[in-house]
């Protein structure tokens, strides 16, 4: 079982500018999370899908943010019109259908800084 | 939302030391969850918890499920210098279509 990979690791913008973060969680995990995590801070989140639906957003979540996961399987982040805010790491999790003990795991993120 | 306190927010250790930290909440939860986070790296899972009281070991690391089910804890035994990290605790809410994390504990440990 491969874990859950990003792309891209890092990101530099420049404000204003959209960019675009994709997740691949581990094969057949149904569920998927986005989390933003800032200095010196816990993980935030920010939306969950199970299989391709988009079942919770956080208020963290402004109209510049979009997240889409067409297949149920890989899922994009967009933010539109970048602000120097917006730098943080952005994390995305993966979680197997529900069963009686949860577990959750991480991707190794992608650093965004908007210059 | 939920808030996770942690404690410590950091600690500075001698190797070999045993390490212990705690996680609260003004909530009830189901499930805790401790991961471990390297710099511009994504946390890892250490342990889980699913019933309260319940203690669970993972190698030098034990964590604990509080009775009240507001609270966990976890303990490094005899550490090492590969344990430097910031731990997180994490629970989720009650339909786990969201997982809520404390501000982490930092552990240095000298050599």
């Known amino acids: 079982d491969t874990g859950v990979s990003q792309d891209p690791r890092h990101k530099i913008t420049k404000r204003g500018q959209n960019v675009t973060f994709r997740c691949d969680p581990i094969s057949e995990h149904n569920r998927l999370y986005w989390y933003r995590q800032t200095l010196g801070q816990g993980p935030e989140f920010l939306t969950y899908?199970?299989?391709?639906?988009?079942?919770?957003k956080s208020r963290l979540l402004s109209d510049r943010f979009s997240a889409e996961r067409p297949k149920g399987s890989f899922s994009t982040l967009e933010i539109q019109r970048t602000e120097q805010g917006d730098s943080a790491m952005y994390l995305c999790?993966?979680?197997?259908?529900?069963?009686?003990?949860?577990?959750?795991?991480f991707g190794p993120g992608t650093r965004l800084l908007v210059l | 939302g939920q808030q996770l306190n942690q404690s410590p927010q950091s600690m500075f250790i001698q190797e070999g030391e045993d390490v212990s930290m705690n996680c609260t909440s003004s909530s009830i939860f189901n499930t805790w969850l401790w991961y471990k986070q390297d710099p511009g790296e994504g946390p890892v899972l250490l342990i889980a918890?699913?019933?309260?009281?319940e203690l669970t070991s993972n190698g030098r690391l034990t964590a604990q499920f509080g009775i009240t089910r507001k609270d966990s804890f976890l303990n490094i035994s005899a550490s090492i210098p590969s344990d430097v990290g910031i731990y997180f605790c994490?629970?989720?809410?009650?339909?786990?279509?969201?997982?809520?994390f404390g501000s982490g504990t930092k552990l240095n440990v000298k050599p």
């Open positions: 899908f199970q299989n391709e639906a988009q079942l919770e």
């Open positions: 999790a993966s979680s197997p259908r529900r069963q009686a003990q949860e577990t959750q795991y």
């Open positions: 994490a629970g989720p809410n009650f339909t786990f279509n969201k997982f809520y």
């Open positions: 918890l699913y019933k309260a009281g």
